[in-house]
């Protein structure tokens, strides 16, 4: 049974920072997954912020996070992050964990439905 779980999101001012945490059980951070971060807000559909291959470490970012957010793993912790520098408030959305076989390549990475396994979500409001 897969399940990812994250932590991390919390409250902060415009421009602070704040670290989210993935952990995922009965799954591995294989050689060939997409994990990704995807956030949503009400009335909104899912949309892709950060994701990387476990492969090459191929790192993929949405425009309006890039130079602001940082997605890394930690294979042996089976960890993967997602920090989020410069916050603005229009990045207030609950953000989730997701994984997948294969790549991310093309528009894969963004993609919410191209995911098999998803995390709860955590909560991050700027203000």
């Known amino acids: 049974h897969v399940q990812l779980v994250e932590s991390g999101g919390g409250s902060v001012q415009a421009g602070g920072s704040l670290s989210l945490s993935c952990v995922a059980s009965?799954?591995?951070?294989?050689?060939?997954?997409?994990m990704g971060w995807f956030r949503q807000t009400p009335g909104k559909g899912r949309e892709g912020v950060a994701a990387i291959y476990t492969g090459l470490g191929s790192k993929y970012y949405a425009d309006s996070v890039k130079g602001r957010f940082a997605i890394s793993r930690v294979n042996a912790n089976n960890t993967m992050s997602l920090q989020l520098n410069n916050l603005r408030p229009e990045d207030t959305a609950m953000y989730y964990c997701a994984a997948r076989r294969g790549s991310c390549s093309g528009d894969r990475w963004a993609t919410p439905r191209n995911f098999a396994h998803w995390g709860q979500g955590t909560q991050v409001t700027v203000s």
């Open positions: 009965g799954y591995t951070f294989s050689t060939t997954s997409c």
